[in-house]
């Protein structure tokens, strides 16, 4: 059987696959469906400095092929997650990476500061690109100054891996991924949801609380895989790869594009096995065309 | 209790009106325990238009047969495209989920259950499960739009009384379950309720009142129904939002905040 690792950084992987934050809660809600210890890793839900309380209900509606969420980084804090949710986590056989948000620069580097002294937790992903939230989140992934500045601040606070997630509501995401490596990210990971907007014609309302959301799922793949393709010509560091991705096959189309490791996302929510189902597809793929190694197909296109 | 993702078969998708159809679904392999008030999420055909699971409450469970009944209004294009499934086609579904409603110890309780529209569904296998664990006061509560909406009347029969409200009159007394006169009349130690929302909060109003305990199942829209994407959250007495789908479905009402 081919070798399935891959590395982000310095960050060894068994396999490319990830679990999007946000999709997979902390691992513990998809013990029974999957074997953790499979995974190439789990990214957990965005963290903030501070508890948020996240937007009001409705915060979901259905779209064609995907689905709108504008959940708002609902989640206790940094805290709380160090003290309470660490220590039931910190023991699975997987990498766990922390998703990192915040409303200010100083937020973003006092919240990797506390991730950084938890042992197991290799990596974070810093979250530019939240679209859900008032402050900060999105506003810093659109534009090059700022996106440089808190890469620049979180590096200079956060020795492990940093991986950073990009938005795709900009005019050229290669810009903002050059301006993130030139900082010192060790990884791209993109896209995150497309903003977007659903109305209920009968009602004459917005279906979501904040009217407009982030679109994910599978009507979003052509677009995320534009982009990874785009900006694995453009940056020298791993591209991590997500959006849509539904099924195996998606999962080679990211790593052709030039994905060194993919994230399954809203595809947790439909089928919650989907995560191992790509590793072994992934795997079948690569035996089949006769390659050795996941990294051999990275960015073939 | 340990989640499952399974495929079923149709064994029977009986149309019951113009709204509502009970679909009963089987598998080789026995059912785990299903408390009442739980809820599965059934895919439906992963087409573009049906793209997530749809949270389905479990209307009665037959272990003998292991069969999971659903009863489905008919609300959009998911349920109307189960609507459609045939005997021996397959379904998956992801079960059990949520809390499901609890038992008291009084065997001699006076119980109601209260439901509307498709909100009676749970409410069959809850008076099924409070039947056999030896309750001897079940008093079944519906309210309907006209005699045409009360739905699966026999099978409650086998379970405990009736009453009914229709907006028309059309059977029993005429109004909503609220102004029913079984609440002046008698005395209700617990309070089990599922229905629009309106109605929720009306019954939980009136269990307020009483000072009775009241359990509601919600309804919420959701994606995961594990509680991992945190979509479906209500907000609790202290404003805190959370997820329908763990912490719930069913709550205790003095728990939630009531907007209507």
Redo the contacts between chains.
């Keep these: 059987m081919a070798n399935l690792n891959v590395n982000i950084g310095n960050l060894q992987l068994k396999n490319p696959v990830l679990t999007a934050s946000?999709?997979?809660?902390y691992g513990v809600?998809?013990q029974?469906?999957v074997d953790l210890a499979r995974l190439g890793g789990i990214i957990v839900?965005g963290t903030t400095l501070n508890a948020r309380?996240?937007n009001p209900?409705?915060?979901?509606?259905?779209?064609?092929?995907?689905?709108l969420?504008a959940?708002g980084l609902?989640n206790k804090g940094v805290a709380y997650f160090a003290e309470k949710i660490y220590p039931e986590i910190k023991n699975f056989d997987t990498n766990i990476m922390v998703n990192v948000s915040g409303s200010t620069v100083e937020e973003y580097v006092n919240t990797a500061l506390q991730i950084n002294e938890l042992d197991k937790i290799p990596a974070i992903e810093l979250n530019i690109s939240c679209p859900n939230v008032k402050q900060g989140g999105m506003a810093f992934g659109t534009n090059c100054v700022a996106a440089a500045e808190v890469v620049r601040a979180v590096r200079r606070a956060y020795r492990k891996t940093l991986i950073v997630k990009l938005s795709p509501n900009v005019t050229d995401i290669t810009e903002i991924a050059r301006a993130v490596e030139s900082e010192g990210a060790d990884a791209v990971s993109l896209i995150n949801t497309l903003l977007g907007m659903a109305i209920d014609a009968e009602q004459r309302k917005p279906k979501l609380s904040t009217v407009t959301g982030g679109l994910s799922?599978?009507?979003i793949k052509p677009i995320a895989l534009r982009m990874v393709w785009q900006t694995a010509k453009a940056v020298k560091i791993p591209v991590i790869g997500l959006g849509g991705i539904m099924n195996a096959q998606d999962a080679v189309e990211f790593m052709l594009a030039g994905a060194t490791a993919i994230q399954t996302g809203?595809a947790?929510?439909?089928?919650?096995?989907i995560s191992t189902k790509i590793i072994d597809g992934i795997a079948q793929y690569l035996d089949k065309h006769g390659f050795k190694n996941a990294d051999d197909i990275v960015g073939l296109i | 209790m340990k989640k499952q993702i399974s495929d079923f078969r149709v064994a029977e998708n009986q149309l019951l009106n113009r709204q509502y159809f009970l679909l009963k679904i089987r598998r080789d392999e026995p059912l785990p325990p299903i408390f009442a008030g739980q809820f599965a999420q059934v895919r439906v055909d992963n087409s573009a238009e049906t793209f997530l699971r749809r949270p389905i409450s479990v209307n009665f469970v037959d272990y003998g047969q292991n069969e999971i009944w659903f009863l489905i209004k008919i609300a959009g294009k998911g349920t109307e495209k189960l609507s459609f499934l045939k005997k021996n086609d397959l379904i998956n579904i992801i079960f059990p989920l949520g809390n499901g409603f609890s038992l008291q110890t009084n065997k001699n309780a006076n119980l109601l259950l209260a439901g509307g529209g498709v909100g009676v569904a749970p409410l069959l296998y809850l008076g099924y499960t409070l039947k056999k664990q030896g309750f001897r006061n079940v008093n079944f509560l519906f309210g309907a739009r006209t005699e045409h909406d009360l739905l699966l009347i026999e099978e409650f029969e086998q379970y405990g009384t009736l009453h009914f409200t229709t907006e028309d009159g059309s059977r029993g007394e005429c109004g909503v379950v609220t102004q029913h006169s079984i609440l002046k009349n008698e005395k209700f130690d617990f309070i089990y309720c599922c229905g629009p929302a309106p109605m929720m909060s009306a019954v939980a109003q009136y269990a307020e009142t009483q000072n009775i305990d009241c359990e509601v199942s919600l309804e919420n829209r959701m994606a995961c129904g594990i509680g991992a994407c945190l979509c479906c959250v209500t907000q609790n007495a202290e404003g805190k939002n959370v997820c329908v789908c763990t912490e719930g479905a069913v709550f205790n009402s003095k728990k939630l905040i009531w907007q209507i």
């Design positions: 946000g999709t997979f809660g809600e998809f029974d469906f839900k309380e996240g209900y409705p915060r979901m509606a259905e779209t064609a092929a995907g689905m969420n959940v609902q799922g599978a009507c809203t947790n929510f439909i089928d919650p096995k």
